[in-house]
Nanobody, 125 residues
């Protein structure tokens, strides 16, 4: 599956953005999906994940209650709604497919793949 993230931009603290991740291929609907982010000088980190049907999700603690991951399998797209944004949310955001099914429920980046180009999110204070 090939992935392309979009929807990033510059927003003030407290604002909102909705990211999209468009996937190619009919196999998309069979994959659990995740969002990651990488801030300057830092390692790429897990943000959120959603299972193939959209019925189960989990988040890293720092975004719980502010971010919502969702998907539309008919449109081959995964979304990340980001509310109450903070300057520390500034990063390049990437989507990825969970390639190791036993990795569901974890934040281990090694379980994910098919990385596409990310989208820059910048939150000003």
């Amino acid at each position: 599956v090939q992935l392309q993230a979009s929807g990033g931009g510059l927003v003030q603290a407290g604002g909102s953005l909705k990211l999209s991740c468009a996937a190619s291929g009919r196999a998309f609907r069979s994959y659990d999906m995740g969002w990651f982010r990488q801030a300057p000088g830092k390692e790429r980190e897990f943000v959120a994940a959603i299972n193939w049907s959209g019925g189960s999700t989990y988040y890293t603690d720092s975004v719980t209650g502010r971010f919502t991951i969702s998907r539309d399998n008919a449109k081959n797209t995964v979304y990340l709604q980001m509310n109450s944004l903070k300057p520390e949310d500034t990063a390049i955001y990437y989507c990825a497919a969970l390639l190791v099914p036993s990795g569901w429920g974890t934040s281990d980046i090694a379980n994910f793949g098919s990385w596409g180009q990310g989208t820059q999110v910048t939150v000003s204070s």
